[in-house]
């Protein structure tokens, strides 16, 4: 079992940014050998959507988020980020970190990750 712990959340006016982090504190190895990580949201009433995904070190991305948000991957500091530049009311949603050991073809399907934190609010005002 691997517990990960988004922070970084907030509220912000739209146009402004966020960094969203996730870490794996009570883990030995830390993030090291989730090589498959990434960001979903979900917002009330909503499925949960994939935003970003690092798979071992190649990125993709939702089309409404692309040219904006930026997924990285951290191992010297055991950590995953989320940049999220030029935020928009559409952006606001509980932003959640998933992580799998294992490959897929599919890194923006949340059934295929194994572990999850408990999310981190992110709230864009007009």
């Known amino acids: 079992q691997v517990d990960l712990v988004e922070s970084g959340g907030g509220s912000v006016q739209a146009g402004g940014s966020l960094r969203l982090s996730c870490t794996a504190p009570?883990?030995?190895?830390?993030?090291?050998?989730?090589?498959?990580m990434a960001w979903f949201r979900q917002s009330p009433g909503k499925e949960r959507e994939g935003v970003a995904a690092?798979?071992?070190?190649?990125?993709t991305y939702a089309d409404s988020v692309k040219g904006r948000f930026t997924i990285s991957k951290d191992n010297s500091k055991n950590t995953l980020y989320l940049q999220m530049n030029n935020l928009k009311p559409e952006d606001t949603a509980t932003y959640y970190c998933?992580?799998?050991?294992?490959?897929?073809?599919?890194?923006?399907?949340?059934?295929?990750?194994?572990?999850w934190g408990q999310g981190t609010q992110v709230t864009v005002s007009v």
């Open positions: 690092d798979e071992d070190g190649s990125a």
């Open positions: 009570g883990n030995t190895d830390g993030l090291a050998y989730l090589y498959y």
């Open positions: 998933a992580a799998d050991p294992a490959a897929d073809n599919d890194p923006l399907n949340a059934g295929r990750y194994t572990y």
